[in-house]
């Protein structure tokens, strides 16, 4: 099994956690925080470049759920229990909002905190999760 790869970066009281492989390249982070979010430099998140709250803002936007965050020198007191939300996006993945209890193919069991995405357009190599593939075979639903 490969190692999900994660990668963090700190403004010094919040620790963004972005992890590749559930981006959708929705650019939902690069519209609403350009001066934080550039694909073009590396790297490509500073997250020193806004305040605490508006990361938490955005974050809670972001429709893949590649991006999450942790509080610094503390645990996290906003993990609390998310209501449960179905959003279809207009040529895109499903995105279920709160925690959901996922079983595999496989039988294998494992927990989504925050947003889901699943994909719709069948083309995902990363069924049943959202990989971006609908933006190469141009779906539309």
């Known amino acids: 099994m490969e190692k999900e790869i994660v990668k963090e970066y700190s403004n010094g009281e ?4 972005w992890k590749p492989a559930k981006c959708i390249h929705a650019a939902e982070c690069v519209k609403a ?11 490509w998140i500073k997250a020193e470049n806004a305040s605490t709250q508006a990361l938490k803002d955005q974050i809670a936007k972001c429709p893949s759920g590649a991006l999450s965050y942790k509080m610094n020198e503390k645990e996290d007191q906003e993990s609390a229990s998310l209501e449960t939300k179905v959003e279809v996006l207009a040529n895109g993945p499903l995105l279920i909002y709160g925690t959901l209890h996922v079983k595999n193919k496989d039988g294998k069991e494992e927990t989504k905190n925050k947003t889901t995405a699943f994909c719709r357009c069948g083309s995902s190599n990363n069924k049943p999760y959202c990989d971006g593939s609908h933006i190469k075979v141009e779906f539309r639903g």
């Open 33 to 43: 925080l350009p001066e934080v979010y550039n694909p073009a430099e590396k790297p």
């Open 14 to 17: 919040l620790t963004v956690i």
